[in-house]
């Protein structure tokens, strides 16, 4: 079993920077991708990055060159640094975490969620 926190959101002028923190606890060892998802008012949930076992990421078009996905196995932690925000970014923050097991069954686990809110 994983539980996940998120923090960080809040208020942000357009071009600024933000960092968001996910914090997991429980069976952390588990874990074999994870991940950070937006949902906008009236929006579907939408894939943001993820970072594997290896410590490859991945992120969306929509993100990519202004966001970046990163962890810190010690704290056991992962992070979103944002930056050169934009309005379009506004949206609730979702720290994901997925266990792949040998059976192929697939257990995702969801923080709360975090509010950025991008405006002038």
């Known amino acids: 079993q994983v539980q996940l926190a998120e923090s960080g959101g809040g208020l942000v002028q357009p071009g600024r920077s933000l960092r968001l923190s996910c914090a997991a606890s429980?069976?952390?060892?588990?874990?074999?991708?994870s991940s950070w998802y937006r949902q906008a008012p009236g929006k579907s949930r939408e894939f943001v990055a993820d970072?594997?076992?290896?410590?490859?990421?991945t992120t969306a078009d929509s993100v990519k060159g202004r966001f970046k996905i990163s962890r810190d196995n010690a704290e056991n932690a992962v992070y979103l640094e944002m930056n050169s925000l934009k309005t379009e970014d506004t949206a609730v923050y979702y720290c994901h975490a997925r266990e792949i097991r040998r059976s192929g069954d697939i257990i995702d686990y969801w923080g709360q969620g975090t509010q950025v809110t991008v405006s002038s």
């Open positions: 970072i594997t076992r290896g410590g490859g990421t």
């Open positions: 429980g069976i952390i060892s588990s874990i074999d991708v």
